[in-house]
């Protein structure tokens, strides 16, 4: 298990972290991680972790938009904090995602990127990456 932290920069935002997963493997490759998976893992209530589309930057700006219209800020909860409106988003995409291997490469689709999701920054935020194996 190994964690990396990173700096968010906008309370909602969209980081790539596609090359952090495929330097996990690579300074782990001693280990004979073949096939399997990376387990991403995000500990924090108000981040998540997803697998998209990393090509066309609309995407990213889509999802964003949409998620701020289903789950607006100013909605009305009751939590003190005043920032239900991400832990709600989290918890729709989820706290970690697997991210497949084949032959010790990340075993992605095209298009496919793995984003740490900001809902609550900028913030400093830890992700644990570990791996799977498959037998």
């Given at each position: 298990m190994e964690f990396k932290s990173y700096s968010t920069h906008a309370h909602c935002e969209m980081l790539d972290i596609t090359g952090d997963v495929s330097a996990f493997?690579?300074?782990?490759?001693?280990?004979?991680?073949?096939?399997?998976?990376?387990?991403?893992?995000?500990?924090?209530t108000t981040c998540a972790v997803t697998i998209n589309e990393g090509y066309d930057p609309d995407v990213r700006t889509d999802m964003l938009a949409f998620f701020s219209k289903l789950v607006p800020?100013?909605?009305?909860?009751?939590?003190?904090?005043?920032?239900?409106?991400?832990?709600?988003?989290?918890?729709?995409?989820?706290?970690?995602?697997?991210?497949?291997?084949?032959?010790?490469?990340?075993a992605l689709g095209q298009w496919q990127t793995v984003y740490l999701c900001e809902f609550d920054g900028p913030r400093m935020r830890r992700l644990c990456f570990s791996f799977v194996r498959a037998e």
């Open positions: 493997l690579t300074a782990n490759a001693d280990k004979g991680w073949k096939d399997g998976f990376v387990c991403v893992y995000s500990p924090h800020a100013n909605w009305g909860f009751r939590h003190a904090e005043g920032n239900s409106d991400a832990h709600i988003k989290t918890s729709l995409m989820g706290a970690s995602c697997l991210v497949p291997v084949e032959n010790g490469r990340l």
